[in-house]
T-cell receptor, first 118, second 113 residues
Framework: EAQVTQNPRYLITVTGKKLTVTCSQNMNHEYMSWYRQDPGLGLRQIYYSMNVEVTDKGDVPEGYKVSRKEKRNFPLILESPSPNQTSLYFC?????????????????FGNGTRLTVT | DQQVKQNSPSLSVQEGRISILNCDYTNSMFDYFLWYKKYPAEGPTFLISISSIKDKNEDGRFTVFLNKSAKHLSLHIVPSQPGDSAVYFCAARDWGNDYKLSFGAGTTVTVRA
């Protein structure tokens, strides 16, 4: 089954304790991205990657790191989590580098990771 | 500052009636618009899109209308069904920045039986 898999689904941690949220896709997609969803703010892009070893900042990259060492994986790293990073996180992927170039390559989202930082 | 705004956080509609979801945007460089649907505990899924060169796109029960002069788009669901109860996100692409989508805050639709 074609899918984007995020782990863990739920995570509670304390301020300053490094964590990694994994994301993997099995569709051979070139483009991958991380979003956070907060009430009243919708989905905001954190980082994106156009291909292996190519990453760039989105709209809210502060406090996050990513890597793209292989095509299928795009982990999100919080080196020193803070309470303002409590949020619902989504990983997404798309076949083409331009994720919206045609109707057949919309973003495919994972099921989300609910992160709480105390 | 949010460039894509969904000013109605929620909408309740009776089964069989029309649901109309609205979305306004401020960036005149947006050239492609999408609607995503999200159920609880799942990620958003693509629903329908429209290019700025069109003013209407239809897919089954779902129709999106675009009014460029007003910087406004709407999603019509006719007839509404209980399975349509979900959060709907409006998204827009900046033609000068192909890799990023700007999303609205979402509208929660509840279809009453």
């Amino acid at each position: 089954e074609a899918q984007v898999t995020q782990n863990p689904r739920y995570l509670i941690t304390v301020t300053g304790k490094k964590l990694t949220v994994t994301c993997s896709q099995n569709m051979n997609h070139e483009y991958m991205s991380w979003y956070r969803q907060d009430p009243g703010l919708g989905l905001r892009q954190i980082y994106y990657s156009m291909n292996v070893e190519v990453t760039d900042k989105g709209d809210v990259p502060e406090g996050y790191k990513v890597s793209r060492k292989e095509k299928r994986n795009f982990p999100l790293i919080l080196e020193s989590p803070s309470p303002n990073q409590t949020s619902l996180y989504f990983c997404a992927s798309s076949l083409y580098i331009n994720p919206t170039i045609n109707n057949n390559s919309p973003l495919h989202f994972g099921n989300g990771t609910r992160l709480t930082v105390t | 500052d949010q460039q894509v705004k969904q000013n109605s956080p929620s909408l309740s509609v009776q089964e069989g009636r029309i649901s109309i979801l609205n979305c306004d945007y401020t960036n005149s460089m947006f050239d492609y618009f999408l609607w995503y649907k999200k159920y609880p505990a799942e990620g958003p899924t693509f629903l329908i899109s429209i290019s700025s060169i069109k003013d209407k796109n239809e897919d089954g029960r779902f129709t999106v209308f675009l009014n460029k002069s007003a910087k406004h788009l709407s999603l019509h669901i006719v007839p509404s069904q209980p399975g349509d109860s979900a959060v709907y996100f409006c998204a827009a692409r900046d033609w000068g920045n192909d890799y990023k989508l700007s999303f609205g805050a979402g509208t929660t639709v509840t279809v009453r039986a």
